[in-house]
């Protein structure tokens, strides 16, 4: 990792340093994690609140609707970083259904298998019966189509989609697009929507109006994180270029198992936790992959993503709560999104 960038993440750990959590070795990955406060917006004017004094039975009330981020399960996944990928996916169902108001739906931002093996998909598909939201929105990740080029994924979870999986819908005034970037990966494991998709996401984009709030959500993030690791998409500017004249984007994906986010002009990007287990921060290790912490604190670097959407404002609030969430606001990592909260990387 460059000098300037360690510089920037030691700094970041000294500023949080009285918060509580421990971020010695490896979690110093969690010092992308935000400023451990929810923003929403009230008369047009930002508030803030701590997730753990704000997230009781009342949380949820004043938005339109809200809906949950899960990814990177890894199905099928049985190494020393984590031996029971079912268990913490089925510990993020759970922390789900314990919500104090259902969310209207899940997405899935991809690599929901291992080795895309139908008994994988079928072990994910009995888990997530069991969750509250009954519609579940998916996307593939590489994983997902390693051993058929993506036909049991698109067999199971691709009904009504475009290409290779991709596809939009409204729910109550918000336009959600789900992409597929893993299809057709570049050299060093790039991100690559395509021209295809890319001329669909034009025109599926055209006709709205510029004040509809857009969530874009694909595995792969859609910003250059770091190439070297292929944590990016090379074609995702002009995707991104479809998307200015809107008030409010917000793009979520998942890949790199761990919490980032950057705010440029009107677009929020925000990757999300895996539920199977954790990789190291860019440039933190040789390269990208399973990374093995003691099994007490595993369940600290996995979580999930609960999205609540404001018509105040247009304002999207995103919350990033650990499976091993111990109720204090220093085991929950909060990002406002936007034009509120604060900006790490």
């Not at 938005?63 to 913490?88: C, L, R």
């Amino acid at each position: 990792m460059p000098d300037k960038k360690q510089d920037l993440i030691d700094q970041q750990l000294q500023d949080l340093n009285n918060d509580g959590v421990d971020r010695r070795g490896f979690l110093k990955c969690m010092a992308w994690a935000g400023t451990g406060l929810v923003w929403t917006m009230s008369g047009g004017i930002p508030v803030s609140r701590a997730f753990a004094k704000g997230y009781g039975k009342d949380a949820g009330k004043g938005g339109d609707f809200s809906f949950v981020q899960i990814s990177d399960s890894h199905i099928g996944f049985n190494k020393p970083a984590n031996p029971d990928v079912t268990a913490t996916l089925q510990t993020a169902i759970n922390k789900i259904n314990a919500m104090p108001h259902k969310p209207d739906f899940i997405i899935h931002t991809g690599d929901l298998s291992q080795l895309s093996k139908p008994n994988e998909f079928d072990t994910l598909d009995q888990a997530l019966k069991g969750a509250s939201a009954k519609q579940i929105y998916f996307v593939p990740g590489e994983h997902d189509m390693l051993s058929d080029n993506g036909e049991q994924y698109l067999q199971r979870y691709g009904k009504g989609t475009k290409g290779s999986g991709w596809y939009s819908f409204d729910h109550k005034g918000v336009h959600f697009v789900g992409l597929v970037n893993v299809a057709n990966l570049k050299a060093g494991g790039m991100g690559s929507l395509g021209h295809e998709q890319l001329e669909w996401l034009e025109d599926d984009l055209k006709g709205r109006g510029a004040s509809t709030p857009i969530v874009l959500f694909a595995h792969i993030p859609l910003w250059t994180i770091y190439p070297d690791w292929g944590w990016g998409t090379d074609d995702s500017e002009q995707a991104l270029s479809y998307v200015k004249k809107f008030g409010s984007v917000t793009v979520l994906n998942g890949h790199i198992h761990q919490i980032m986010q950057k705010i440029e002009g009107k677009v929020s990007f925000h990757t999300a936790m895996s539920t199977a287990f954790p990789q190291p921060a860019p440039g933190t290790a040789p390269s990208a992959g399973p990374m093995k912490v003691p099994a007490d604190q595993l369940q600290r670097v996995l979580g999930i993503t609960d999205v609540n959407y404001l018509v105040s404002g247009r304002s999207l609030a995103i919350v990033d709560s650990p499976l091993g969430d111990s109720g204090t606001s220093a085991s929950n990592h909060v990002v406002g999104l936007a034009g509120a909260g604060s900006v790490l990387g």
